[in-house]
């Protein structure tokens, strides 16, 4: 007599139901100067970077921003067998779009056969070539150029309230370039750098302008010019409601000339000895009046020396786990004084009075400074 065996599986299933499989995504039709080029997305192929590129690609036909932007390019060849205008300006946007930081990344297009004949291309052009023809273009109306288009996609934006911030950035440099000087830096101290100076439309973060100065400019002293110029150049009904800024932007020269402009603004102050006066003076003073998320505000006015006027001063407060600010009585004369923790590199937080330095790592946290005041100090 036989018996059928039966197959068991070694390993039971379980509970879990089986994973539906997704139906695979349809394909998306875009239009291009090579026509319409359908997409379409394969799981099992190996993924590229530049995929999405069609997409904008699209965009830049469809609005014909690129089309103006190479028929304005004060961009002249002279020579019969100088390369196209489009091919060089097609390369260095590819490239932009594909993040490229170098020249020399502009060889990773050569190879592809797809994006330049999207973007209407004959050819990509070498790192070489495309540097010599931006540099072929003469400054200023290089500068008028690209300012010119860029407010071109920024200034119906701007016919709404909005606020305009300004801020330096510090890009170290490496190797030898031009403009690569030895100045404020912070992250690489004695390093050569370069300074952005940018001017953005707050909360979106998109940049209106931007100008890059050696690393020897990077005060606010040098963003003054171009602010205005900006300004300047957009009209005033399109200005912004309020300027703001860090404390390196709380000059006198910058806030007379927003006064006289009657542009309003807001700027960090420096913490000063006349600073921290007004704070010990305002702190055990009432008409603290609540400014919502859990913070006080007290305004007065306020003379700096260098300033040619008073000047209104917000300070902000709110209470925190751990106390920043320490009172404690004079040993001379037992008058009730008020002691900062200031950060000190490798030392951590410390208190300072009117004596020496004492260590305070363990009682004090650290403050995070808010870009959204005028000057805030975490007070107990």
Known sequence: MT??????PAHRRGEQPAVDRKARP???TVDSW????HVEWDPEAPLTPLGQASFFIEFLKASGVFDA???????DYTSPNAPNKRDVLGTAVLSMLSGHKRYAHMAALRADGVLPELLGLTRVMSEDAVR??????????????LSSHLDYCTTPLLGEDWVLDADTTIKPLYGHQEGAELGYNPKKPGRPSHVYHSYMLANVRLVLDVEVMPGNKHTSNHSVPGLWALLDRIGRDCWPTLLRGDKSF????????CETRGLRYLLRLRLTNNVKRAI???????GWKTAGQGWEGIN???????WSRARRVVLLRRRIKEQLVHNHRDEITGQLRLSFAQIDKGEGLRVRGTGDFARCRDHYSRPALSRQSGLREYLR
């Open 3 to 8: 018996h059928a065996k039966r197959n068991v």
């Open 26 to 28: 349809k394909g998306v």
């Open 34 to 37: 090579a026509g319409r080029v």
């Open 69 to 75: 932007l190479v028929a304005d390019c004060p961009l």
């Open 132 to 145: 010599r023809g931006l540099k072929a273009i003469p400054e200023s109306a290089g500068i008028r150029w």
């Open 250 to 257: 709380s000059s006198d020269a910058l806030m007379s000339e």
């Open 280 to 286: 010990e003076r305002m702190a055990g003073s009432g």
């Open 300 to 306: 007065e006015r306020l003379q700096l020396s260098g």
